[in-house]
């Protein structure tokens, strides 16, 4: 169609017209701008949500060691309340024995059932205690499809793992710092301080003026009025 005098700009030949061009901010957007700081927060609140996931896993590990160690002990007494019961039992046989013999009096052998009674009940306590245990333990042990894992028995460890040897002052300190350079929490802080800082710097680059340096090339293609052309 046609254009008004004061729309000249937007005639272009018949192909129409390709232009290209740069544009470099020198003050405000030439840092940072909405855009990039957009990408950059969400980025941070990436590695944010990792730490999150770490710290989480970690707290589940803890959790995980104190379940199976308060199932260790409770093995333990089992083990130990069942030796206590096979004491009193070996000797009731040998009291029954020296009863025979006329050596002790029968009311020694009816003492010595009233221990076996009770540690008898000692047993039952220390295996519901141990079951109990079990039961928390396979909240985290799981099996290849996920179900839970009830630990028996003859999976508590006859002895307990020996003392780690003894560490340095200066491997102490080592440790501790690779420690807080390590904790979730901590990462968590600085990946926030610094998306706090982002929201600072856009603010910042908002007070700064507009000043732009540009360039730009156009040309029309196709057939039309001359002073289109070039």
Do not use: C
């Not at 896993?57 to 093995?75: S, T």
């Not at 083990?79 to 024995?97: P, T, Y």
């Not at 600085?190 to 603010?203: D, G, H, K």
């Amino acid at each position: 169609g046609t254009f008004a005098p004061y729309d000249g700009k937007a005639q272009t030949l018949t192909d129409g017209e390709w232009k290209a061009g740069v544009s470099l901010p020198l003050f405000r957007n030439r840092a940072i701008d909405s855009r990039r700081g957009a990408l950059e927060r969400t980025e941070l609140g990436q590695q944010l949500a990792d730490q999150r996931v770490a710290a989480s896993r970690l707290r589940f590990f803890g959790e995980a060691a104190i379940r199976y160690w308060d199932w260790v002990a409770a093995g333990r007494q089992q083990a130990v309340a069942a030796q206590l019961l096979q004491i009193a039992e070996i000797r009731d046989r040998d009291l029954a024995d020296a009863i025979g013999l006329g050596q002790v009096a029968p009311v020694e052998r009816v003492d010595n059932r009233r221990a076996i009674l009770q540690r008898q009940g000692g047993v039952v306590i220390a295996r519901r205690a141990t079951e109990r245990q079990a039961i928390n333990v396979s909240l985290y042990y799981r099996g290849p499809d996920g179900s839970m894992l009830r630990p028996a028995d003859g999976q508590v460890p006859g002895a307990m793992p020996p003392p780690p040897p003894p560490i340095s002052d200066a491997e102490l300190e080592a440790d501790l710092r690779q420690a807080l350079a390590q904790r979730p929490d901590v990462r968590a802080i600085e990946v926030t301080r610094r998306q706090q800082e982002i929201t600072l710097e856009l603010a910042r680059n908002e007070l700064l003026p507009t000043f732009d340096l540009f360039t730009e090339v156009s040309r029309d293609q196709g057939d039309g009025s001359r002073t289109l052309q070039g």
